[in-house]
């Protein structure tokens, strides 16, 4: 049997470090599972250089004229060749409401992949969150929903918020990111810790920071998305201003320098759910820093590590930040998720 092809057109946030990891990561699991098809004709030059290092040598980059010649091509040959085609949808999350324009995209979205199945072609979203989703917004991605045959949400708190609102899904697999290689072992720690937030109503890390670093430990600061970027400056200004030093990192030149800068400190402080998996897969201690009744996404990812012990909340009674960063026991949710990822899409795919 010939190994599946993976087509995929990447269409996301292309100023989100984090989304570029997810695909990034999406991209190398598709591509160790079958032949890969890749339109980045959408993508800004800085995007496909944050993506680069995932795409095999390989795989077939194509336009977007190139990209449905190739999979309307592959869909004539199929009653006479032995092979499985796959039409893969981006990762990330849903959140807020559409226009009425943009719900009618979706739906003709929803209807093309409709399409694709009927002559064969597979379909398939990994690593997707939903919350607090308007109307029209719910209704395209219901409709969306329907029209696959692989739908796994990244966390249990999207899986009921599915339940709860009609969206079909297959199962829950974690969030992409867990498929990164792993660093998790530390010589000695570093006695430093690392904050890096979006601003968020409710929220005031300052505030809340001075409770929750452990004693003898140097604060820093950081930003992975460029439009926190003066927020973070202001928040390390203030944390100056009461007598603290302090230093800013800009950290989306690529994934891996990020990884270097977050596997320089014990603890890493934020509000922002790829920031906190990229420091957990280089062994730094991940604290979620959250606004009373948000952040949901964050919530579930950690839950189903077993790990909501670690969320503050503001508003809620603040506990000095753990830092037995020897004990290997912390690792393990890190290294199951990756496991429970891997062979969820292998079994998926028909690998497995």
Not at 73 to 86: A, D, Y
Not at 255 to 269: K, W
């Amino acid at each position: 049997m010939p190994r599946p092809v993976f087509f995929l057109r990447v269409k996301t946030q292309f100023g989100n470090l984090g989304d570029a990891l997810i695909n990034r990561e999406l991209i190398r699991l598709l591509a160790s599972h079958g032949d890969l098809v890749i339109n980045l004709g959408m993508a800004p030059p800085r995007f496909k250089a944050w993506i680069e290092d995932g795409i095999p040598s390989d795989a077939t980059r194509t336009g977007a004229v190139g990209y449905w010649l190739r999979l309307i091509w592959t869909l004539i040959r199929r009653p006479f060749v032995p092979l499985e085609c796959w039409a893969v949808l981006n990762p990330g999350g849903y959140v807020g409401e559409v226009g009425i324009a943009s719900m009618i995209g979706k739906l003709f979205g929803a209807y093309r992949l409709r399409a694709l199945r009927r002559f064969g072609c597979k379909t398939m979203l990994v690593g997707v969150s939903y919350e607090r989703l308007g109307p029209r917004l719910l209704e395209s991605l219901r409709a969306q929903a329907n029209a696959l045959d692989f739908h796994a949400p990244r966390d249990s708190h999207t899986t009921a918020f599915c339940d709860e609102n009609r969206i079909a899904y297959s199962k829950a697999l974690p969030d992409l990111a867990f498929a990164l290689p792993h660093h998790l072992c530390r010589d000695r720690p570093s006695r430093k810790a690392l904050a890096s937030f979006r601003k968020q109503t409710g929220l005031d890390p300052v505030g809340l920071l001075p409770d929750l670093l452990p004693a003898g430990y140097d604060l820093d600061f950081a930003w992975q998305v460029a439009s926190d970027a003066p927020y973070q400056r202001r928040l390390c200004e203030d944390w100056i201003g009461m007598g603290n030093p302090a230093s800013i990192h800009r950290l989306d030149e690529s994934i891996e320098s990020a990884r270097n800068i977050y596997g320089q400190y014990d603890i890493v402080y934020s509000n922002r759910l790829h920031v906190l998996l990229l420091a957990m897969s280089v062994g730094a201690y991940a604290v979620p820093v959250l606004a009373a009744g948000q952040s949901e996404k964050i919530r579930g990812v950690f839950a189903d590590l077993g790990l909501s012990a670690r969320i503050v909340e503001a508003g809620s009674v603040l506990v000095q930040t753990d830092t037995n960063l020897s004990d290997p026991a912390k690792f393990e949710p890190y290294l199951k998720a990756q496991r429970d990822l891997v062979d969820g899409l292998a079994e998926a795919v028909g690998i497995r």
